[in-house]
C-alpha cells in the first residue's frame, strides 16, 4: 500500500496548479515548483501504469476519506466536492462525499457518520464554524485527521490543516477594482458607496471584508468616500447564510431609505456572488440613476452572465479546481507521513492556536477577461454562460 501512496504522491504533485501559492511569496519563486513538476509528473505516470491492480484495490479499500460539504444551494460548493472527489478517486481513494443542505446538526451527524464508517482523512467545508464541536471531537478520539476546507474550523484543536484562497486578499482585489475604476486617487468625488459583507458564522467573511475595507476606508475618512447609509462595520453589513433573499431585502431597505430621493451610487462591495445577486435584484427593481459598480467573489454563472450584461462589474475568480488538487495532495501527504504543505502559519488562529495554512491566489474576472479565465480554462463552457 505504501508503494502505491507513494506513486499518487507524485501523480498529484501536478494537481497543485501554478494559480496556488502564498500571497507572501515573490512570483519569481512561486513559479519555479510549477516548472519543476513535469518531470516528477511523467515519472509518477510512468510508476502508476507499473502498480498492480492488488495494490489498486488495496489502497481503495483501506484510504477512505470524508468529504463534508455545507450544502448545494450555492453553486460553488457542487463544483468544490465533484472537483476533489474526482481527483480522489482517480489516485484510487474511496470518497465519502456528503452535502449537508445547510443544516448544522445534518453537518454533525453526516461526519459522525464518516468516522463510524472508517474514514482516514476528514476534509471539512462547515456551515458554522464553530459548531462542529462534538463530531471534531470524535474525530480527534480516533486519530483521523481533519483538513478545514476553504472555511477555518474554530475553537477545535482538533483541526490538522486549512486549505483556503488568500481570503484577505479577495477582499483588496475588490477594494482595489473600486478603487482604480472610479480612480479614487485622482478624481474630485464625493463618491457614494454601500458595503455588503457575508455570514457571521462564516470565519472567512470577516477577511474578505476587512480586505476591502481597509483600503477603502482612508477615503471614507477623508471625505472622497460617503457611505449614505452609514453602515460601515461588519455587524452592520453582514448577511446571515450569504442569503440572496437576506442581501436583496436589506439593499431594498437601503435604497428605499436612503436613495428614494434621487441620490446616485457609485459603488456597492458585495462579499460574494450569492450577495451581489440579491443587490443586483433589489436594483433592477428599486434604483433607475446611474449603474454602480457591483463586486462579487466566485464567478457564479448566473453572476457571471450578469458581467457580459453590464450588471456585476467584477467577480473574484477562486479557482476551485486548484484548491481541490492542493487538498487532494495534502491528503496524501498526511496519508504517506510526508511533509504537508503550508505556506502560512501565523495569520489563521481558531481560537486554540494558529492552524497551518494553505493559501492559494485568487485573481479578478470582469467583462474583459472571462473568457481567457473561464471559457478557455474550461471551468465553464460558452453555452452555460448563454
Do not use: H
Request: aromatic residues 8%.
Amino acid at each position: 500500500m505504501k508503494k502505491f501512496l507513494a506513486i499518487a504522491m507524485a501523480a498529484v504533485m501536478v494537481l497543485s496548479l501554478a494559480a496556488c501559492g502564498g500571497s507572501a511569496a515573490p512570483a519569481a519563486e512561486e513559479e519555479a515548483p510549477a516548472a519543476e513538476a513535469a518531470a516528477p509528473a511523467a515519472e509518477a505516470t510512468a510508476e502508476v501504469k507499473e502498480a498492480s491492480a492488488e495494490e489498486v484495490a488495496e489502497v481503495a479499500a483501506v484510504t477512505k476519506v470524508g468529504v463534508s460539504m455545507p450544502t448545494k444551494d450555492l453553486q460553488r460548493w457542487i463544483q468544490d466536492g465533484d472537483n476533489m472527489k474526482a481527483q480522489l478517486e482517480e489516485l484510487g481513494y474511496e470518497v465519502d462525499l456528503q452535502y449537508a443542505s445547510n443544516d448544522v446538526q445534518t453537518q454533525v451527524s453526516q461526519i459522525e457518520n464518516m468516522i463510524a464508517s472508517g474514514a482516514t482523512v476528514l476534509v471539512i467545508a462547515a456551515i458554522e464554524g464553530s459548531s462542529l464541536g462534538e463530531a471534531l471531537a470524535m474525530a480527534k478520539e480516533n486519530g483521523i485527521p481533519v483538513i478545514a476546507y476553504d472555511r477555518l474550523l474554530m475553537n477545535s484543536d482538533a483541526v490538522s490543516y486549512y486549505a483556503t484562497f488568500d481570503n484577505y486578499k479577495v477582499g483588496q482585489v475588490q477594494g482595489q477594482y473600486v478603487i482604480d475604476t472610479l480612480d479614487l486617487d485622482n478624481a474630485d468625488g464625493p463618491f457614494v458607496l454601500e458595503f455588503t459583507a457575508g455570514d457571521p458564522g462564516d470565519n472567512n467573511a470577516g477577511f474578505f471584508f476587512n480586505g476591502a475595507m481597509d483600503l477603502i476606508k482612508p477615503y471614507i475618512e477623508s471625505g472622497k468616500v460617503v457611505v449614505t447609509s452609514g453602515q460601515t462595520t461588519f455587524e452592520e453589513v453582514a448577511t446571515p447564510t450569504w442569503g440572496t433573499d437576506v442581501a436583496q431585502k436589506r439593499a431594498e431597505d437601503i435604497l428605499a431609505t436612503y436613495y428614494a430621493d434621487g441620490t446616485e451610487l457609485d459603488a456597492w462591495v458585495c462579499s460574494n456572488d450569492s450577495t451581489a445577486l440579491g443587490v443586483e435584484n433589489a436594483l433592477a427593481a428599486n434604483y433607475t440613476g446611474a449603474y454602480p459598480i457591483v463586486t462579487g467573489q466566485d464567478c457564479d454563472i448566473e453572476n457571471t452572465k450578469n458581467m457580459i450584461a453590464g450588471k456585476q462589474s467584477m467577480s473574484v475568480f477562486k479557482d476551485t479546481r486548484t484548491l481541490a488538487a492542493q487538498v487532494v495532495k495534502m491528503v496524501g501527504q498526511i496519508l504517506t507521513g510526508s511533509t504537508v504543505d503550508v505556506n502560512d502559519t501565523e495569520t489563521y488562529d481558531n481560537g486554540t492556536g494558529i492552524v497551518p495554512s494553505f493559501l492559494c491566489e485568487p485573481v479578478f474576472a470582469d467583462a474583459n477577461n472571462y473568457k481567457e479565465l473561464l471559457i478557455d480554462s474550461g471551468y465553464y463552457t460558452e453555452d452555460q454562460l448563454k
